[in-house]
């Protein structure tokens, strides 16, 4: 497939595919005989776990150095899976701390009317007795 079917496939734009595979983000991607890039399937998985990492907060000298690591083979293995874990933790602990975000607001959403509001209504009203705008 060309590059902008995988542009189109993957909602990446071309200028962004050729950056990717030129900073080492991506492999190399195979080319025809006439050397035109020749998107695979394999390329576009590459293309999908490396946009996870970068969606995940992962620098991209992080995806890359991931991404040369990958290439050194099974010597880097551990290496690799002590990355995958560590981003996993990373992940997991914005999805704790999101989560607590959304009880504080779920809580306020239960008593909004019983709670939230009377007391926006009486902060503002100490704050306009103490001199405030």
């Not at 900073?23 to 996870?52: C, K, Q």
Request: aromatic share 8%.
């Amino acid at each position: 497939m060309t590059i902008k079917e995988a542009a189109e496939m993957t909602g990446i734009s071309v200028d962004n595919l050729r950056y990717y595979e030129r900073i080492g983000m991506i492999p190399p991607v195979p080319r025809t005989a006439s050397g035109i890039r020749d998107y695979n399937g394999m390329t576009l998985h590459w293309i999908e776990f490396v946009m996870r990492f970068k969606q995940a907060g992962v620098p991209l000298e992080g995806i890359i150095e991931y991404m040369k690591m990958a290439e050194d083979g099974k010597q880097t293995e551990n290496a690799r899976r002590t990355i995958l874990e560590e981003t996993r933790d990373a992940i997991q602990a914005k999805i704790d701390e999101l989560m607590q975000c959304r009880d504080i607001v779920q809580y306020k959403l239960d008593n909004y009317y019983n709670v939230v509001a009377p007391q926006t209504r009486e902060l503002l009203a100490d704050y306009h007795k103490q001199g405030g705008a």
